[in-house]
C-alpha cells in the first residue's frame, strides 16, 4: 500500500537559512512522487516532481528534491529561505498500482523569521 | 488558460439540506478526484473517477456522492449535509497515462451549521 510521511508538522527557519522538509514514502511499484505547495487561503501549486528520470529534481522559487530508492525519501530543499516560503507543503506519492491516485502526507507548515 | 474551476468558493448551509458542488476542467483528463482538507490530516480522497461514468470510493466516501456524465465534469453531492462534513474541498483532474501531476482547483470551504 502507498503511504506517505512528512515528519515534520511544523519548522521554523530564518530568512536567508536552509530549508530542508522531510518526506518518507512507501510505494510497492516505482512511484511518482510530488511537492506541492499551499500559501494561506490558496489552493495548491506543484512545486516540484519526480517520474523516474534525474534523481535530483528542481522545482519553482529555488526548491529542489532529491529521490532515494534506498532511503524511501524525498526530501524538499531550498538553499536560502524568503518571506515568500512561508507556507503548508505537501508531500504526494503515486504510482502504476493505484493507477493514478495521488496518497497525501499531512502536511509540513512552514514559517520564516524575519 | 488550462484550468480547473470549483464553484461555490464559499458555503455557509444548514444540516440536512442538500447541496452540490461543482468541478470543471478544461484539459480534457480522464481522471478526476475530490479531496477535503482538514487540519492535521493532510488531504484524504473522496471519490475519483477514471474516465466517463466510471466512479469509485476513495478513502473517506460517506456522506457524499459524485457523477461523472461527461468528461469535463465532476461534482460532489451532499445529500444531507451534517457539521462533520464542515471541511475545505478540493477538485483535481490529471491525465490517466500516470507519471504526471495532479492540477487542483481553488477550493470550497464549506461551513454547515
Known amino acids: 500500500a502507498q503511504s506517505v510521511t512528512q515528519l515534520d508538522s511544523h519548522v521554523s527557519v530564518s530568512e536567508g537559512t536552509p530549508v530542508l522538509l522531510r518526506c518518507n514514502y512507501s510505494?510497492?511499484?516505482?512511484?511518482?512522487l510530488f511537492w506541492y505547495v499551499q500559501h494561506p487561503n490558496k489552493g495548491l501549486q506543484l512545486l516540484l516532481k519526480?517520474?523516474?528520470?534525474?534523481?535530483l529534481v528542481k522545482g519553482i522559487n529555488g526548491f529542489e528534491a532529491e529521490f532515494k530508492k534506498s532511503e524511501t525519501s524525498f526530501h524538499l530543499t531550498k538553499p536560502s529561505a524568503h518571506m515568500s516560503d512561508a507556507a503548508e507543503y505537501f508531500c504526494?506519492?503515486?504510482?502504476?498500482?493505484?493507477?493514478?491516485?495521488?496518497?497525501f502526507g499531512t502536511g509540513t507548515s512552514l514559517t520564516v523569521i524575519p | 488558460e488550462a484550468q480547473v474551476t470549483q464553484n461555490p468558493r464559499y458555503l455557509i448551509t444548514v444540516t440536512g439540506k442538500k447541496l452540490t458542488v461543482t468541478c470543471s476542467q478544461n484539459?480534457?483528463?480522464?481522471?478526476m478526484s475530490w479531496y477535503r482538507q482538514d487540519p492535521g490530516l493532510g488531504l484524504r480522497q473522496i471519490y475519483y473517477?477514471?474516465?466517463?461514468?466510471?466512479?469509485d470510493k476513495g478513502d473517506v466516501p460517506e456522506g457524499y456522492k459524485v457523477s461523472r456524465k461527461e468528461k469535463r465534469n465532476f461534482p460532489l453531492i451532499l445529500e444531507s449535509p451534517s457539521p462533520n462534513q464542515t471541511s475545505l474541498y478540493f477538485c483535481?483532474?490529471?491525465?490517466?497515462?500516470?507519471?504526471?501531476?495532479?492540477?487542483f482547483g481553488q477550493g470550497t470551504r464549506l461551513t454547515v451549521v
Open positions: 483535481a483532474s490529471s491525465p490517466q497515462t500516470g507519471y504526471t501531476e495532479a492540477f
Open positions: 510505494s510497492s511499484y516505482s512511484p511518482s
Open positions: 519526480y517520474t523516474s528520470a534525474a534523481t
Open positions: 504526494v506519492v503515486s504510482d502504476l498500482e493505484t493507477g493514478n491516485q495521488f496518497y
Open positions: 484539459m480534457n483528463h480522464e481522471y
Open positions: 473517477s477514471m474516465n466517463v461514468e466510471v466512479t
